[in-house]
């Protein structure tokens, strides 16, 4: 998995400009000075956060790359923001889980947020000071969003929150959290009984597990919140009251899916340039692996998929950034044909590399693990599949796409950070 810069391919010209591509430079060039190095250390130490990757990223204002200029970010959108996770996670998914984790709350806020709390918190964003997770899957409820049962009950005085999350993305590395509560007794449809709220990691009664590392992504935490009376005033609200459902939605479809196919895509193109790198030498029979006809027919499938997988990654968040017509199933697809491509190939690998393969200083295996975590989060397979099925029968439900494109509009991309 070479962390060696490149120029864009040919076919995504139509969605970059002159700006993405020096983002896209930049953040290749990122990649092979502070990612790559400390990517062994990563995989070693999978008990361990990474946090100095966090911090550099932080300094470049990359956590803000969504958020617009009059609040201290970059202003770039979201095609920017699909390059960033992409060219990182070609050289460690990890590293660019943590970018991506936290683009989803500042998602939700720039989409929900009041002025005066964009005016509060987006600059710390912007400056480094405050990374951000969104708090929805629960143990008992998974990713079903009306099933949640975390309950907050207004006192008087403040909120109080009380209940348990998991698989929290950055959940050791956020300084607040964006927490979705019910908020109205039961029997009340979840389109109105949720709310959003953001809560710092100093209140007191917010308890945030030990970390444990998963199966892949190491040096990534997803772990577990659990919210003991947890007091937080009016004014941490995020959106309106019973408004928590559009804030998870929103964030989830505008954001957290395009992420995860960017994610996909940086593991995928990984896996095929290990792939043809170790082909092509290693000998056999007077000439290499990649001469014989079996082997090549199957990388020709992998490069079908890889090249496929980048203009499904790209077009929609090209149409979202032009504010041009776009359906949220675009993004549910891009997501669901973006991670089962990458899967496949990377299976591939594994295989082509015969008993290469399996020894635990190689590279391969880490993509094989991580390519494991971009299925479950905004919604598995099936999930996506039963929303595509919706669209395909007429049923689709609310267009986040359509409906926010005034506010997710970004034309002219502000300028990359120094």
């Keep these: 998995m070479t962390a060696t810069p490149t120029t864009p391919p040919p076919a995504l010209r139509p969605y970059l400009t002159a700006r993405h591509e020096l983002l896209w430079q930049e953040a290749d060039a990122f990649a092979a000075e502070h990612v790559a190095p400390r990517t062994a250390r990563m995989e070693a130490a999978p008990g361990r956060v990474e946090r100095k990757v966090a911090e550099l990223m932080a300094a470049r204002g990359w956590f803000a790359v969504?958020?617009?200029?009059?609040?201290?970010?970059?202003?770039?959108?979201?095609?920017a923001k699909t390059v960033l996770v992409h060219r990182i996670a070609r050289v460690s998914a990890a590293a660019a889980a943590i970018l991506q984790a936290t683009l989803i709350p500042v998602g939700g806020l720039s989409l929900f947020a009041s002025h005066e709390q964009k005016a509060r918190w987006l600059p710390r964003v912007a400056d480094g000071s405050l990374l951000l997770s969104i708090a929805v899957t629960e143990p008992s409820a998974g990713g079903h969003i009306g099933g949640i049962e975390t309950t907050a009950t207004w006192d008087g005085k403040h909120w109080v929150i009380t209940g348990s999350k998991v698989h929290i993305g950055n959940s050791h590395l956020a300084g607040a959290h964006l927490v979705v509560a019910r908020?109205?007794?039961?029997?009340?449809?979840?389109?109105?009984?949720?709310?959003?709220?953001?809560v710092e990691s100093d209140r007191k009664g917010l308890t945030v597990a030990g970390h444990r590392p998963g199966l892949g992504l190491h040096g990534f935490s997803a772990g577990r919140l659990d919210l003991d009376?947890?007091?937080?005033?009016?004014?941490?609200?995020?959106?309106?009251?019973?408004?928590?459902?559009h804030v998870a939605q929103g964030s989830s479809i505008l954001y957290g899916r395009p992420n995860l196919t960017?994610?996909?895509?940086?593991?995928?193109?990984?896996?095929?340039?290990?792939?043809?790198?170790?082909?092509?030498?290693?000998?056999?029979?007077?000439?290499?692996?990649?001469?014989l006809p079996a082997l090549r027919d199957r990388i020709g499938e992998m490069e079908a998929r890889l090249r496929a997988a980048r203009i499904l990654?790209?077009?929609?968040?090209?149409?979202?950034?032009?504010?041009?017509?776009?359906?949220?199933?675009?993004?549910i697809n891009a997501k669901y044909l973006g991670h089962q491509w990458a899967a496949q190939s990377v299976q591939d690998a594994?295989?082509?590399?015969?008993?290469?393969?399996?020894?635990?200083d190689y590279p391969l295996q880490r993509p094989w693990r991580d390519i494991q975590h971009t299925y479950p989060p905004a919604g598995t397979g099936e999930v996506q599949r039963i929303r595509l099925a919706d669209a395909a029968l007429g049923e689709a439900h609310v267009q986040w796409s359509q409906?926010?494109?005034?506010?997710?509009?970004?034309?002219?991309?502000g300028p990359t950070a120094a």
């Design 66 to 79: 969504t958020v617009p200029a009059g609040f201290g970010g970059l202003g770039a959108g979201h095609v």
């Design 183 to 198: 908020t109205a007794e039961a029997g009340v449809s979840s389109s109105q009984a949720l709310t959003a709220f953001l």
């Design 229 to 245: 009376h947890v007091r937080v005033p009016a004014d941490n609200i995020v959106g309106e009251v019973g408004q928590g459902l």
């Design 262 to 291: 960017a994610l996909s895509l940086g593991i995928h193109e990984a896996a095929v340039t290990t792939t043809t790198a170790y082909l092509t030498t290693r000998p056999r029979y007077g000439g290499s692996l990649a001469d």
């Design 313 to 331: 990654a790209y077009q929609a968040v090209h149409l979202l950034d032009e504010g041009l017509p776009c359906d949220d199933a675009d993004l």
């Design 350 to 360: 594994m295989e082509l590399h015969g008993a290469q393969a399996l020894d635990t």
């Design 403 to 413: 409906r926010l494109a005034a506010e997710t509009t970004w034309a002219h991309p």
